[in-house]
């Protein structure tokens, strides 16, 4: 059993903000292919594809037969507790601040014994044990052991929080509560236990449907944010900044356009000036503030969420000038990574198929509902995951563009969705 | 079937130095080195040109390699080899320098190994290790080997049955042994209550199942016996050695080690039985491992760990004398040269050099090596057997 997270006390503001030191993040290339897959929350280990031996640690050629045919493929994780320790010492500055600290070696039922960071919920050896990978606060995989059957407050295990970034009684700030997206997913927060959920509205004398319903849940507190306008961002940054632990820029003006439909720049940089300059704006303002705050108590500033596209993979002709801004803030997104990677911030990037909303009108189904978004954020949080995928059309697209992109390309552009 | 391997017969290692141990050091591994050649030259009454082989063995050597020593000490010699498998590099320099002077292409091989220890050196070592080591052991708690040891103890615990108690005993005597080693770091008795009492480090790993990490060097000369009695050196004779790598990769944790799949022909090589041995030199990282030596080299049966350390006494004047210079668990480890500290110990102890921790009348030693926690367990083993030359 886990004991429930209780609620952190109120931070002394006299004493001084512990500062991150990351676990050690150095990999190999060929064991980064591991934390390829985990950060979109899978376990995979490298099979061999001429004798099928299952490989770990990762490596160039196959153990038993010497081929160099190694695939990334999904495991289980089912395996067997062979032997236990806690740690009372480190050489590693992470762990040194965070002992004691458990460990487990688990033989695989797919062959190889793994040294895994241990749920507290595991017992000792021998004991069925359930393998996932997870990335940790340095950004790379690194191999958790489960108990087979969690209990309900697995998730507030201290090992495993810090590995992930789940909202519970964690301070959000949601850049537009004014969408369907927006609200959906400060009712998610909400529901996964967020301590405060600021709420940015850019123009408060709208009123839009179903915005009262979220700005008279307790723990919302509506903050004017408007990302087209420095100023505003950066006042913002200067009240709250010190105290938000997750970001989640939710803000897109979407028209459905391309090249030759519509004459003229103006809508084509309203969409950048949000979509783009928008999430740089946010990310000069709020970053700092986040990075100073990655080691800061079991409440600490944890990530970092852009509401991008698919189509920020390949452009789709009808929505050409969106697909290109969202392109633009993805490849801003990986620098924003980048940047925060030393803290320790996690950057999640959240790629829909098209979203159930007026901009997509014309579309035919499948089209993903702001709640299924919303909860595939909060999941991506709690699983630490960083590239997120939600909805039928997400992972289609997905398959065909890792399959063969310019295959992809051509599809599209001849219309076929 | 493969070939009979040629014997060892006819080659000498004679001249044990060793350079004392300091915990921290600002000095460079090639000062150690330098050191332990200047003292190899002394003691052995040798010009250092008359030394035409040389293998040296060293974690902070880098980036140079057994070749930057020969220009950074004005060495030419006609035969070479970088030995860098850390607790087997002592074995395995022995074999290859042994084989050496065999076929002539050196005459007299000093074979060395030293390491510096800076204040942040070994964590640096660690988390560069090896590949698999920064992929998939460093990053989980960062506690080196004591972490991996700490699962093979635990297992052989849960396993066979052995209780702290039994490992403590493995540290006490080789304790007792220190304490009339002038070199050993660790200058107070030690208890098996204080043992046990010991703050735990990554349990069931306790404090007194670690070796210190320092710097300091061990280094040894290799010739033909007849050279060795031209030039009027204490020698032993090489009865027999073996080593193995990689050894039972298939057993999900360490049980066994790679000694238990040649230990025959160990044997066979030398003459001897398990009983013939008179002092063991066991590579004692952990005493868990000393304990897998002991079975695995046949001393008796796997699992029986527990009742032999319960039914000897591992001093140098016991029933079973294991680690007669006090071991790394009291001596320090200073790095390669924990390798070639058994090594060391055991011509001194075959040529009379072991002053008041000798054991009596020995004539016939085993110096066991265990190296490179590359990922989950040690990859290299290695064993071999000294006989005096009378």
Same mark, same amino acid.
Request: proline share 6%; hydrophobic share 40%; with cysteine.
């Given at each position: ?50 004798? %099928? ?33 806690? *740690? ?9 601040? @965070? ?34 990978? @997870? ?34 009684? @964690? ?32 123009? #408060? ?11 008279? =849940? ?56 949000? &979509? ?30 852009? =509401? ?11 929505? $050409? ?97 | 079937?493969?070939?009979?391997? %040629? ?57 140079? +390699? ?74 989980? $708690? ?40 002038? &070199? ?38 290799? !010739? ?38 040649? @230990?025959?022909? *160990? ?6 039985? #398990? ?38 006494? !591992? ?36 040529? $009379? ?27 290299? +083993? ?9």
């Amino acid at each position: 059993m886990t004991m429930p997270l209780m609620k952190p006390k109120r931070k002394n503001p006299v004493l001084r903000t512990r500062q991150m030191n990351l676990p050690p993040w150095a990999r190999g290339r060929v064991a980064l292919g591991m934390t390829a897959a985990a950060a979109e929350g899978r376990f995979e280990l490298q099979v061999c594809k001429d004798c %099928s031996a299952v490989q770990y640690p990762p490596r160039e050629a196959c153990h038993r037969c010497l081929s160099a045919r190694l695939q990334w493929r999904a495991q289980s994780g089912e395996g067997t507790l062979l032997g236990t320790t806690t *740690l009372h010492h480190s050489n590693d500055p992470f762990f040194r601040e @965070r002992l004691p600290w458990r460990l487990g070696l688990v033989q695989l039922a797919a062959g190889p014994s793994v040294i895994v960071h241990l749920h507290g919920e595991v017992g000792e050896a021998p004991a069925p044990v359930k393998v996932g990978a @997870r990335l940790d606060r340095a950004g790379q995989a690194v191999l958790i052991g489960f108990p087979s059957e969690g209990s309900e407050h697995m998730a507030d295990d201290k090992m495993l929080r810090e590995m992930t970034s789940d909202p519970k009684f @964690r301070k959000v700030l949601v850049t537009d509560g004014k969408t369907a997206v927006g609200q959906a997913i400060v009712q998610a927060l909400v529901k996964a236990g967020a301590d405060i959920v600021w709420v940015g509205h850019a123009e #408060p004398w709208k009123k839009l449907p179903g915005f009262d319903d979220v700005t008279k =849940l307790p723990q919302v507190t509506l903050v004017p944010l408007d990302l087209t306008n420095g100023r505003s961002v950066s006042e913002l940054a200067g009240e709250i900044g010190g105290k938000v632990d997750i970001v989640i820029n939710n803000a897109e003006v979407h028209r459905a356009f391309g090249i030759a439909a519509r004459r003229g720049t103006d809508v084509a940089k309203a969409e950048m000036d949000i &979509n783009y300059f928008g999430l740089l704006r946010l990310a000069q303002e709020f970053g700092p503030a986040l990075r100073g705050r990655s080691a800061d108590g079991v409440t600490h500033a944890a990530a970092w969420v852009n =509401l991008l596209s698919i189509y920020a993979l390949a452009n789709y002709p009808p929505h $050409g000038t969106f697909s290109a801004s969202k392109a633009a803030a993805y490849s801003l997104a990986q620098c924003l990574r980048a940047e925060m990677r030393p803290a320790g911030i996690r950057v999640v990037n959240v790629f829909p198929g098209p979203i159930d909303d007026e901009w997509n009108q014309n579309l035919p189904p499948p089209k993903v509902a702001p709640a299924a978004i919303a909860s595939a954020i909060v999941k991506a949080l709690r699983d630490g995951v960083e590239d997120v995928y939600p909805g039928d059309v997400a992972q289609e697209w997905l398959e065909r563009w890792r399959d063969n992109p310019k295959v992809l390309e051509r599809e599209l552009a001849a219309g076929l969705t | 079937m493969t070939n009979r391997r %040629s014997s060892y017969e006819g080659v000498a290692v004679a001249v044990p130095v060793t350079v004392p141990y300091v915990r921290y050091s600002t000095r460079n591994a090639h000062w150690f080195i330098g050191q332990a050649l200047q003292a190899l030259v002394k003691a052995s009454g040798l010009a250092k040109e008359q030394i035409d082989g040389l293998t040296v063995s060293s974690f902070s050597l880098s980036p140079d +390699t057994a070749v930057g020593v020969t220009q950074h000490l004005g060495l030419s010699p006609r035969w070479l080899d970088h030995i860098p498998t850390g607790g087997a590099s002592g074995v395995m320099s022995l074999r290859r320098a042994a084989r050496a002077v065999q076929a002539g292409d050196a005459e007299v091989v000093a074979c060395v190994a030293a390491d510096t220890n800076h204040v942040d050196s070994f964590r640096l070592t660690l988390g560069s290790f090896s590949h698999f080591a920064r992929d998939a052991s460093y990053p989980y $708690g960062s506690g080196g080997p004591n972490s991996i040891f700490a699962f093979i103890t635990a297992n052989y615990m849960r396993t066979f049955g052995a209780t702290r108690e039994d490992f403590g005993r493995i540290a006490v005597d080789q304790r007792s042994n220190a304490m009339k080693n002038p &070199n050993a770091l660790f200058k107070r008795p030690l208890t098996l209550d204080e043992y046990m009492a010991a703050r735990p480090i990554s349990d069931p790993i306790h404090l007194f199942d670690c070796v210190m990490p320092c710097a300091g060097a061990e280094a040894f000369l290799v !010739m033909r016996e007849e050279r060795a009695r031209e030039l009027g050196l204490p020698h032993a004779l090489v009865r027999g050695a073996i080593e193995r790598h990689n050894a039972y990769a298939d057993d999900p944790v360490m049980v066994r080690g790679g000694w238990r799949m040649d @230990r025959d022909e *160990l044997y066979a090589q030398a003459c001897a039985t #398990p009983a013939d041995i008179q002092f063991v030199q066991t590579y004692d990282d952990y005493p868990v491992i000393v304990m897998l030596q002991f079975e695995d080299l046949g001393f008796c049966d796997k699992g029986g760990g527990s009742a032999f350390v319960r039914a000897h006494t !591992m001093t140098h004047d016991g029933s079973f004398p294991n680690n007669t210079s006090g071991g790394q668990l009291s001596v320090g480890q200073a790095g390669a040269a924990g390798g070639f500290l058994g090594m060391t110990e055991a011509i001194r102890q075959l040529t $009379g050099q072991a002053g008041e921790r000798a054991v009596r009348d020995a004539k016939l030693g085993l110096v066991t090596g265990f190296g490179m926690v590359t990922y989950d367990r040690c990859l290299c +083993t290695g064993a071999v057997i000294l006989g005096s030359s009378s």
